[in-house]
Nanobody
Framework: QVQLVESGGGLVQAGGSLRLSCSAS????????MGWFRQAPGKEREFVAA????????QYADSVKGRFTISRDSAKTTVYLQMNTLKPEDTAVYYC???????????????WGQGTQVTVSS
């Protein structure tokens, strides 16, 4: 069983930065994808960024390209989302998720964390 635990959310002013962390434990797959999604009030959960654990695939939503960076540590147990130049429209609950193969489709992610709130004030 895979467990994902996010941390690092909080309140920040527009233009500021935050780094989210996702600690993963349990079974892993060689081609798995680790993704970040977000859900704002009244909106559907949307893709933000994804990275393949053992390969080179990385993808970002157009809305965060150039501002957000997804990475993982050398021990391959934690995934990060560095968020710079934050905007009020980035306000949402951010979720870490894991899929057994490379994908950015929300429906194909099998495991989810509990989410962490990010609030950007104007």
């Amino acid at each position: 069983q895979v467990q994902l635990v996010e941390s690092g959310g909080g309140l920040v002013q527009a233009g500021g930065s935050l780094r989210l962390s996702c600690s993963a434990s349990g079974r892993t797959f060689s081609n798995e994808a680790m993704g970040w999604f977000r859900q704002a009030p009244g909106k559907e959960r949307e893709f933000v960024a994804a990275k393949q654990w053992s390969g080179g695939f990385i993808q970002y939503a157009d809305s965060v390209k150039g501002r957000f960076t997804i990475s993982r540590d050398s021990a391959k147990t934690t995934v990060y989302l560095q968020m710079n130049t934050l905007k009020p429209e980035d306000t949402a609950v951010y979720y870490c998720a894991q899929a057994r193969y490379w994908t950015i489709s929300r429906a194909e992610y099998d495991y989810w964390g509990q989410g962490t709130q990010v609030t950007v004030s104007s």
